[in-house]
């Protein structure tokens, strides 16, 4: 009777028993684990990025999300296209509203483009002098003048274009400033100098400058 419980217990400490047998036992660890933790997290409705003022082409979008084993991937899609740095960029998964703005983008498109070149052709008088009168629309500026100009420039900190008009000795002009609120061209500047006067135009952000003559006086177009 002692040998028979002496060899049971022996077999009983030998058995290769599963640490849970509710597994395979193969490739066990290989399994992934779930819980009853809630990991709901809010639908995503819109969310807006504001580029810095120096941007001009957006290269690419990059998204970064998390799987249902807690993995961290992302997914990009390549661009290249001209962005306004005033807009901000949108991220939005709703369905109905993407088909929505398709279908108005479809039926606008005609209309849209029509608009577009109406506003480019009004223009606002920004600030004026006597014989100079600026005028703005969008990124342009008309500098109406019979004026010969002598130079102009960049300069930064802030981004400002400055340009030099000749006078005749007998012209008197007096510095002046003027403030436009929620324009490209925010402030102008006018000074007297000897022999010419400068017009300091200050801007809302980073830009490059074509500047060319035009029939009625010169004109600058920002990029």
């Given at each position: 009777m002692?040998?028979?419980?002496f060899?049971?217990a ?8 599963r640490?849970?047998p ?5 490739g066990?660890?290989d399994?992934p684990?779930?819980s ?22 957006l290269q ?26 005033h807009?901000?960029?949108f ?11 398709t ?11 029509n608009?577009?070149?109406?506003k ?6 920004i ?12 990124k342009c ?7 010969e100009?002598m ?16 006078k005749?000795?007998e ?20 000074g ?6 400068r017009?300091v ?11 060319k003559?035009i ?9």
């Amino acid at each position: 009777m002692i040998r028979i419980l002496f060899i049971s217990a022996i077999l009983l400490l030998t058995l290769n028993a599963r640490e849970n047998p509710f597994f395979p036992s193969e490739g066990e660890k290989d399994l992934p684990i779930s819980s009853n933790e809630n990991r709901d997290k809010e639908p995503l409705k819109r969310v807006a990025i504001t580029l810095p003022a120096q941007a001009r082409v957006l290269q690419k979008v990059t998204l970064e999300f998390k799987n249902l084993d807690g993995t961290i991937e992302n997914k990009s899609i390549e661009l290249d296209n001209s962005v306004d740095w005033h807009l901000p960029v949108f991220v939005s998964q709703t369905f109905i509203e993407t088909q929505k703005a398709t279908s108005s983008d479809k039926a606008e498109d005609v209309p849209a483009k029509n608009k577009t070149k109406q506003k480019e052709s009004e223009y606002a008088t920004i600030a004026s002098i006597k014989d100079l009168s600026l005028l703005s629309s969008g990124k342009c500026l008309k500098i109406v003048t019979n004026d010969e100009i002598m130079r102009n420039f960049l300069l930064v900190a802030p981004h400002r274009i400055v340009m030099d008009f000749k006078k005749g000795t007998e012209i008197d002009i007096k510095n002046s400033t003027k403030t436009n609120e929620q324009n490209i061209f925010k402030d102008v500047r006018i000074g007297n100098h000897d022999g010419y006067y400068r017009v300091v135009v200050e801007l809302d952000g980073y830009y490059r400058y074509d500047f060319k003559k035009i029939s009625n006086g010169y004109q600058i177009e920002l990029k």
